[in-house]
């Protein structure tokens, strides 16, 4: 039992750190970090552009896929070192859905012809996948969607209306659960299928989140014509494959890198923020909430590692895992309005982005993104499966209840 | 003790509710907020005619002699609609300096025009560097000849794009966050030497940063005593951290009621969200939080208008300590049960929301009101 | 809308005040405040008996009864300032089974044969009154009790075992949920019956509370044979008057004097722990937590004074009520952990009675009590319907659901 | 990386299962309690014969080497168990203060004694104004000749009743609470001018009042270097708190486990509780502390494993405070979700809630704690 990084970790370690330090340099971090502009962000710059061609350069675009597709040879200890490097730095990440919600499906259960066509643009984002989960009267009860797609000849007809679909209005490609088969259980009968969003009748309409944020969207489906070879794996096994997924990746799910450049950045800014001639950081009280956050940070950080250590020994990581989830995104949003609270009355300005262009930030820069990443990181405990949910599934797989 | 409404306040309280049901919904909101000044001319005008202007104001400076539990109806009300009129701005913070400290002819001056809607104002108090310390005041007022030189940034003046007058604090004389030097003044919007660069809140409300530089004002500019500026904003922040609190109170309301409402129409898992023990007892907490929050908030206005001293300061704080936990807890439990919907701009839930997480860090946040209460 | 007390309020608070000063003075109070026989300080000492004697003299025993049975005619204002002053001076209570449980049953439902032979003495505490409802397999769910009565002639026939008895080792009599009728719905066929525990049949074991605490007891009933004279009201509607009592009071419920002590109490302690050369209380974290405390509480105080109004102005007490059992409850746990706290290492000692007697408290006075107190006060949130029950009577009752 | 235990490691916690398991149930645990010395000598002895005495101390004193992850694994299991016997007392922290301040001769007169279960020690640290700090210390030593005269008053010394002797910290020179100055010292339980009040403690264990009243002792009584001891005493006293936070983590795991159990047996409203969906949240909350204290309990191990500073230290602190939280949770709420039997003495639970609260404040609650931490 001990943490040590072995002499071959370290190389490695420092091998990213260069790597990070040439292709995602300090300025290109903070500009990006204060940048006002949240959902562009998202996009691509030039200056991301060349960080995942960098990336696919190297072959670590994909550390997690098959060998074959991509993907490295890195032990856990290494792509925790990567994980936690590129999340300190706050490198972009590839877009999640193409690379680290459908691939899996795709390499898993696809076709070869899916798999050849698909990886490879989603390895060099060449192609921004969007994920048709959700509907008006699926959300937490995901098995309950209606959307309906029809055999007719070689190819189905989908009806239905898909909500909070995040990028849909930027994205190429969305992968889609839909009911093949009704009058079976509810799991039952739900296919995984691929559509082009570029096929008539898709309408797709923005979703405008708290403060203004156009990330998410209601996509309208009216007969639109998908060709059968877009089926993924068998039909109505659609729910498996989904929910195989839920319970992948969940480590990463936690965010607790984030969450540390997050705290860390929390303390700096209590450190510049004034409060009785010296700074908000010599305040106890705000300081020992902000230590407490740092305990329960570090705790997560610790479970991480533990679930990490059962993948590395083979096993695939238990429900308990769930635990990343929840106490994730406690932590994420605690951290969060911790901020918005150290700015004070500087948390309140929201100007217009031609105001902030011209005559740059009120207050203290960070504000903006913070703000937009508060209120858009409330629909982290909310999406993917509340936590809510995710307790029940504790309840139930661990408990025994 | 007696914890029953006057029928005048019953009144008052009526006319607001009436207000919020009939002309105040979501959808006119938002159409008032995406225009140019983020608040309605014409509404403002129908607060002046209903009297709303004038509560807090006395009698003989032609208000209706309103008190504490007064402001609180005023506020409760508009925090239930989510009203981004500048009430407390122009009322409550301007208007609450000019009752506390203005002399006749100030008062003459400004009052009427208040109360009958035709000129709006706002108090410049805080600075980038004060965060809640009423006495961190940097800028400087210079004597010169009889008047002042007014030179400094005022940060986040709430109303100030729409100020006709403002209400600055300047150091007369003293160090540092001296409590003694400070000086309340009296600026004109269009004074020489002001300029403003105007926004709008994340929670719906526009402001200003006022940079003053090298403002010129007479002696007359100067409201209440030189060097005594300190006492009176600390009673015109405590009647408007009554103020906001209130007005939390009645967002947490509308947030708890809204989110009962949605759990019993919305289905998942074949039953109605509100069938879940789990969310039972979350919207129970909801409704504790809320009610204790409104227990204090009485406390307050009452203790406010039995006279302002230790013993009002103190309840003012307690409330502010219990709004912002329960603003808080409530906030973002009526997003978490509305699951994504609460997320969009569209429901109206978000936008409490949002209001609530400011109000948490207006006029001094939990920390900041704990060690006060403790304190006195 | 206003706090404040008239002057025949300050009156009548003066006249209440000059009472206890009297008849329960400073020294008393401290002497039982330190006292580390919790469970004899329960019953009767001479100086306890005088107070009660001092209290039926005045007429002051039992304030909330109606006034042909020694009641005052006390407006609410009036009860409010009598309970805070009593329980700011910390002044013993009438056995609340007996006066606060049983008397308005009684009172109320009761024929005048019990009213003329029970309601005096429970005035005058010369009958004490233990309440048989929990059963073994009853607790939240009051209504599956078991215990059984059988008519027989003139007498009921009782079998049953009655658990968590407070006092029933002491106790003259009992009041006793048993069942009468079969068959019928599980809160119907109830009934509320009188029991002489010197009956033949009645066994009573101890249950020890953690600290080996004597308090609740197991009673067990054997062919008990009860007079049909001691039934109270009808037959099968004992649930009902049970049910009535469960929300009577509410306000008592909330301890919020109590608590008040208690938290003057560990500022006191933390004033008088050393810390650093200093003491507790200069310790900002330490003094932050109590400070929310004490918030907390204020809230509450308030929340008890509005329900008082509601039913000063002739309403009951609605279901919100519940919020000062669970609140106060919660507040009430808070501080007692609090000070067990406060008093760091010293909080461990538990001594034998004989070591006290013999060579005084270890560390703190106060250390023996309030850990007692802390033990014992954990069941406030369980009995008399735990805080998941209030929730679930909220939810129902308040919002519907 | 790694979290699985060696072999060894393995078949140490095995021993100990198998001795709570087998030797160790609930009743056996009473009557021992019940006994004079509120333990038992003999399972003390089989301690010694399974090599457990012997597990924190060097091979070529007798012991087996083990740190702080052995020290971990047995006390996790004394945890679960909650075991009586004083192996704190004993052999962590006498024994620690043995085991890195004394020179060959004590190590050779008290470490195999220690070992062989035929010595018992305490360690006197705590007074009644010291709170937890380990440099408030007022008890005196006095050069007299070759030796010191020692006196003042140390409280709560745990294992006091059944110490052979204490290891006593001391001011040999410095202000109050210096950090400098403090010395260790080795004291027989029966030298003159020591005496000790005992008592039970109200979570099971034996304690002592010990005050020194003008008590003689050699120069060669001075455990490690005069002046030095802080830096022992902190040492140990870490390494003890990593040792009575991994006995929270023992009985956390058994009140959790215990109470999903209960609330799948125990019926109410026609069901077992446990599908009421309010409690089985609760205990999923209880699941994540006692997980979460769980890796805060391997990073202390571990961190301490790499060598003794601010590192070490930094993990000590976090894991106490999570430590003090999820254990007040955990052990509250298993009470509240057995009901009545949780409140009881016949029950395991409460004892466990007993335990786990006073653990809250032993060497440092969750405020010290969490101070510590930041400031590492």
Known sequence: MDLALTDADLAFQAEVREFIDTYWPEDVRRARATSSRFEESRGHSPEVRRWIDALNERGWAVPNWPQQWGGTDWNPTQKYIWDKETAKAECPQLSAFGARMLAPVLYTWGTDAQKNEFLPKIREERMIWCQGYSEPGAGSDLAGLATRAVREGDEYVVNGTKLWTSGAHVADWMFCLVRTESGAKKQEGISFVLIDMKTPGITVNPVYILGGIHSVNEVELKDVRVPVENLVGEENKGWTYAKGLLTHERTGIAGVARSEVQLARLKRIAQETGMDGGSLWDDPAFRTRVTELEVDLEALSVTELRVLAQVAQGGAPGPESSILKIRGTEIGQAIAMMTIEAFGYYGMPYPEQTLIDNEGPIGNPYVMPTMKGMLYGRASSIFGGSNEIQKNIISKAVLGL | ?376
């Open chain 2, 1 to 376: 003790m007696d914890f029953s409404l006057s029928e005048e306040q019953t009144l008052l309280k009526d006319s607001l509710e009436r207000f919020i049901q009939n002309d105040y919904d979501f959808d006119t909101r938002r159409k008032v907020m995406a225009g140019e000044e983020g608040f309605s001319r014409e509404n403002w005008k129908q607060f002046a005619e209903l009297g709303w202007l004038a509560v807090p104001f006395a009698e003989e400076d032609g208000g209706i002699g309103g008190g504490a539990i007064e402001l609180m109806i005023v506020m409760e009300q508009l925090g239930r609609g989510l009203v981004v009129e500048p009430y407390l701005a122009t009322v409550i913070l301007a208007g609450g300096a000019l009752k506390y400290a203005g002399n006749e002819a100030q008062k003459g001056a400004y009052l009427g025009a208040i109360i009958e809607g035709s000129k709006m104002g706002a108090l410049a108090f805080a600075e980038p560097q004060s965060r809640f310390n009423l006495a961190d005041v940097a800028t400087t007022a210079a004597a010169d000849g009889d008047g002042y030189v007014l030179s400094g940034h005022k940060a986040v003046v709430l109303g100030g794009p729409s100020a006709d007058f403002f209400v600055v604090s300047a150091r007369t004389s003293g160090g540092p966050r001296d409590a003694d030097g400070i000086t309340l003044f009296l600026v004109d919007g269009d004074a020489a030497g002001l300029s403003r660069r105007d926004y709008p809140t994340v929670d719906g409300l526009r402001a200003s940063e006022v940079t003053l530089d090298g403002v010129k004002v007479g002696a007359d500019a100067v409201l209440g005593t030189i060097g005594g500026g300190h006492a009176v904003l600390e009673q015109v922040i405590d009647e408007a951290t009554l103020a906001v609190g209130a007005e939390a109170v009645g967002g947490m309301e509308v947030c708890y009621k809204d989110t009962v409402e949605y759990s019993k129409q919305r289905v998942q898992f074949g039953q109605p969200i509100g069938k879940f023990q789990v969310l039972q007892h979350r919207m129970v907490d909801m409704f504790m939080e809320y009610e204790q929050a409104k227990s204090m908030m009485y406390l307050a206005a009452m203790r406010l208008d039995e006279g302002y001293g230790a013993v009002a300061k103190k309840a003012v704080s307690g409330f502010k300590v219990q709004v912002g936990k329960s603003g808080r807890f409530v906030g973002q439990q009526a997003v978490q049960l509305h699951g994504g919907m609460g997320m969009t701009e569209e429901l109206n839930i978000g936008h409490y929301f949002k209001r609530l997480t400011m109000i948490d860090t207006t006029f001094g946040n939990v920390d900041f009101h704990l060690k006060r209460y403790g304190a006195v």
